[in-house]
């Protein structure tokens, strides 16, 4: 998954797939969200949903940050708060299909 995501990332930048299509900045996110939510759920083996959520709003913060001060993307609410919202999405998704996968042991 997570290769995926730096594939997907570097298609968006050398691609201008963030430019050309209005979805695949939330597909990347998404998939962010998802990577960050899986890891935490797997070092921690935790039943709940909250701190692996707390981790991906903590590193989608980081990356907003990261994006203003260090690439220079201009910031927007809506943009950072969508953004927040399909990593938060992709971890649940990712947590959910990983509870259900591992239903049995």
């Known amino acids: 998954m997570l290769s995926g995501l730096l594939i997907a990332h570097t298609l968006g930048i050398e691609g201008k797939l963030y430019y050309i299509f209005n ?10 969200g998802g990577c ?3 890891c935490v759920y797997a ?7 909250i701190v692996p959520v ?3 709003w903590i590193s989608s913060a980081m990356w ?5 001060y260090v690439v220079l993307v201009p910031w927007h609410f809506v943009d950072a708060f969508s953004d927040v919202v399909w990593a938060t ?4 998704m990712s947590i959910t ?9």
Do not use: Q
């Open 23 to 32: 979805w695949y900045d939330f597909f990347t996110h998404w998939l962010g």
């Open 97 to 105: 299909i990983a509870k259900y996968l591992n239903r049995s042991e």
């Open 36 to 38: 960050v939510g899986l």
């Open 43 to 49: 070092f921690y083996k935790t039943y709940t949903y």
């Open 89 to 92: 999405l992709g971890a649940l």
């Open 64 to 68: 907003e940050f990261f994006e203003f």
């Open 54 to 56: 707390i981790f991906v």
